[in-house]
Nanobody, 119 residues
Framework: QVQLVESGGGMVQAGGSLRLSCAAS????????MAWFRQAPGKERESVAA????????GYADSVKGRFTISRDNAKNTVYLQMNSLKPEDTAVYYC????????????WGQGTQVTVSS
C-alpha cells in the first residue's frame, strides 16, 4: 500500500479556486493510476477525476468537467486537483486514491481534506 497525504483544502467563496495536492510515499509512483474522490454529508462517495500512471489518460465526472483539472508530477510523487469556478455543491471531503498499474481497484486512500464553498 501507498501512504497518501492530501493538502490544500479550505473555505472559499463561490466562483473561487483551490488547488489540492496529494503526496505519495512510494518510489514507484509512476506505476500507479491516481484519482480524486469526494464525499458530501449524507451522500455517497463519488469519483471526481482520474489520471493514468503516465498521465496520458484522464477522466472527469460530468459535474466538474471544464472546471477541475487533474495532473501529476511523477518526479515529485504528487497528484494535483486544480478546482476553478467552485460552487456550493462542490463542498465535500476530498480524497486521493491510488491504483496499482493494471489493477481495477483503488487500494490506497488518503485521510481526506475538507473543501467548503460558501454562496
Amino acid at each position: 500500500q501507498v501512504q497518501l497525504v492530501e493538502s490544500g483544502g479550505g473555505m472559499v467563496q463561490a466562483g473561487g479556486s483551490l488547488r489540492l495536492s496529494c503526496a505519495a510515499s512510494t518510489r514507484t509512483f509512476s506505476r500507479y493510476g491516481m484519482a480524486w474522490f469526494r464525499q458530501a454529508p449524507g451522500k455517497e462517495r463519488e469519483s471526481v477525476a482520474a489520471i493514468s500512471w503516465s498521465g496520458a489518460s484522464i477522466g472527469y465526472a460530468d459535474s466538474v468537467k471544464g472546471r477541475f483539472t487533474i495532473s501529476r508530477d511523477n518526479a515529485k510523487n504528487t497528484v494535483y486537483l486544480q478546482m476553478n469556478s467552485l460552487k456550493p455543491e462542490d463542498t465535500a471531503v476530498y480524497y486521493c486514491a491510488a491504483k496499482p498499474q493494471f489493477q481495477a481497484e483503488f487500494t490506497s486512500w488518503g485521510q481526506g481534506t475538507q473543501v467548503t464553498v460558501s454562496s
